[in-house]
Nanobody
Framework: QVQLVESGGGLVQPGGSLRLSCAVSSGIVSSLNLAWFRQAPGKQRELVARFTIGGSTNYLDSVKGRFTISKDNAKNTLYLQMNSLKTEDTAVYYC????????WGQGTQVTVSS
């Protein structure tokens, strides 16, 4: 069973930055089908950033140019660098496979507020 542990969230002012981390329990970070999701209060979970089979990346339109997904295979860790944060980025952020194959972790809360 793959375990996912997200961290790095917090309270940040609009325009600020955060770097989220996702520790993966097994050596599968080298897999290309990893993604970050988020769920805001009262809304459905949405895919924010992902790696594609070809090794490139895709982003939700609203975060393009501001968020960057990356990974460290040696550390079995997935990252999400978030810059120029906006209040609408406030949500709980999760990592998983693109299809949400594994059990969801607790996520990490990101709150963007002045």
């Amino acid at each position: 069973q793959v375990q996912l542990v997200e961290s790095g969230g917090g309270l940040v002012q609009p325009g600020g930055s955060l770097r989220l981390s996702c520790a993966v329990s097994s050596g599968i970070v080298s897999s290309l089908n990893l993604a970050w999701f988020r769920q805001a209060p009262g809304k459905q979970r949405e895919l924010v950033a992902r790696f594609t089979i070809g090794g490139s990346t895709n982003y939700l339109d609203s975060v393009k140019g501001r968020f960057t997904i990356s990974k460290d295979n040696a550390k079995n860790t997935l990252y999400l660098q978030m810059n120029s944060l906006k209040t609408e980025d406030t949500a709980v952020y999760y990592c998983n496979s693109v299809l949400g194959t594994w059990s969801w972790g607790q996520g990490t809360q990101v709150t963007v507020s002045s």
